[in-house]
């Protein structure tokens, strides 16, 4: 989560929360306005963030994050499938199931650096941009440099011909999670793919 990303949604956010953020926002952060989706900067899919929260768009990505990413984020990203799950080192495929990747992805959360005590929640089959996927819902614990606070997170994944596509949601168990999960569930109603032909 120490991320670039990360380090410019932080500042935004200390700044929109003490009320500056009006001309002062990171480049390349803005603010989410009601009805009016997102797209990548390639054209690869849109989202609507919820409104009024801050994000950020790059060619496969798009984040958003209403406090701060260490409160609450939202990620919907395109991977390649050539190490798509990086931390495992394995790959993802158009034609593995959502079942398969789902493992995969609970696998590569467990590797990850800085959290610990990964716990499964839940697994089921999802829709996500209109193409079968898996959902999954694990609890885990974030190192205590970045806090030691028990964290939840949803996370959906669809493999497409060329990339994988993953939306997830992820906030501290008290308070944050449960808040603003419907927002994030709103706006997985909004996604829609933009690939050109052959690439969905």
Not at 56 to 62: A, C, F, K, P, R
Not at 137 to 146: D, E, I, K, S, W
Not at 147 to 172: K, N, S, T
């Amino acid at each position: 989560m120490c991320t670039r990303y990360a380090r410019r949604m932080l500042v935004a956010t200390a700044l929109w929360a003490a009320g500056g953020i009006a001309g002062t926002l990171a480049a390349g952060l803005e603010i989410a306005v009601a009805n009016t989706p997102v797209s990548t900067t390639k054209s690869l899919f849109a989202v609507q963030p919820p409104a009024g929260w801050v994000y950020q768009g790059s060619g496969y990505e798009v984040h958003a994050s209403r406090d701060g990413p260490l409160l609450n984020a939202i990620s919907f990203a395109l991977r390649k499938h050539k190490k798509a799950f990086a931390a495992i080192k394995k790959d993802s495929a158009p034609d593995l199931l959502p079942e398969e990747l789902a493992e995969m992805y609970v696998a590569d959360l467990k590797s990850q650096p800085g959290i610990s005590d990964v716990n499964v929640v839940s697994v089921e089959p999802a829709v996500l941009g209109g193409q079968p996927a898996f959902r999954v819902h694990v609890t885990y614990v974030l190192m205590q440099a970045m806090g030691g606070a028990p964290f939840e997170q949803v996370a959906l994944g669809a493999p497409l011909q060329d990339y994988l596509l993953v939306a997830h949601y992820r906030a501290p168990q008290l308070h944050f999670f449960g808040t603003y999960l419907p927002a994030f569930e709103e706006s997985l109603q909004t996604l829609t793919l933009t690939l050109p032909a052959g690439k969905k």
